[in-house]
C-alpha cells in the first residue's frame, strides 16, 4: 500500500493537532501500524504502534497525551496529540507492515511546537 501522512504544523506547547496516515487501500488485513518521529539529528523512533485487534503500545514519552487509532471504513489512521512539548517537534511518519508482503512508510509530515 501506499501511506500518505498529513496534519503537521505549528502549534504552541499545550497544544494539540491530529495527524492523518491514509492508505491507498484497505488497512484491515495490515499487521501493524505505526507512527515514527524523527528530530534533527536523531534517528527516526517509534512514538506509537497499533496491531490488526488494535492493540496500541506508546513510547513513554508520549504516554498519556497521544493516542492513536485507525479506521478501517476510511482507510486511515491517526495520532491525536495533546499538550504538545518542544521536545515533540520532528517529522512524523507513518509505518505499515504485512506479515506477507512486507513494509511501507508514508512521506513525513512535519511538527513544530514553539513556546
Known amino acids: 500500500v501506499q501511506l500518505q501522512a498529513s496534519g503537521g504544523g505549528l502549534v504552541q506547547a499545550g497544544g494539540s493537532l491530529r495527524l492523518s496516515c491514509a492508505s491507498s487501500g484497505s488497512i484491515s488485513k495490515i499487521n501493524v501500524m505505526a507512527w515514527y518521529r524523527q528530530t534533527s539529528g536523531q534517528q527516526r523512533e517509534v512514538v506509537a504502534s497499533?496491531?490488526?485487534?488494535?492493540?496500541?503500545i506508546y513510547s513513554d514519552p508520549v504516554k498519556g497525551r497521544f493516542t492513536i487509532s485507525k479506521d478501517n471504513v476510511k482507510n486511515t489512521m491517526y495520532l491525536q496529540m495533546s499538550n504538545l512539548k518542544l521536545e515533540d517537534t520532528g517529522v512524523y511518519y507513518c509505518?505499515?507492515?504485512?506479515?506477507?508482503?512486507?513494509?511501507?512508510w508514508g512521506q513525513g509530515t512535519q511538527v513544530t511546537v514553539s513556546s
Open positions: 497499533i496491531s490488526d485487534g488494535d492493540y496500541t
Open positions: 509505518f505499515a507492515h504485512t506479515f506477507a508482503s512486507g513494509s511501507s
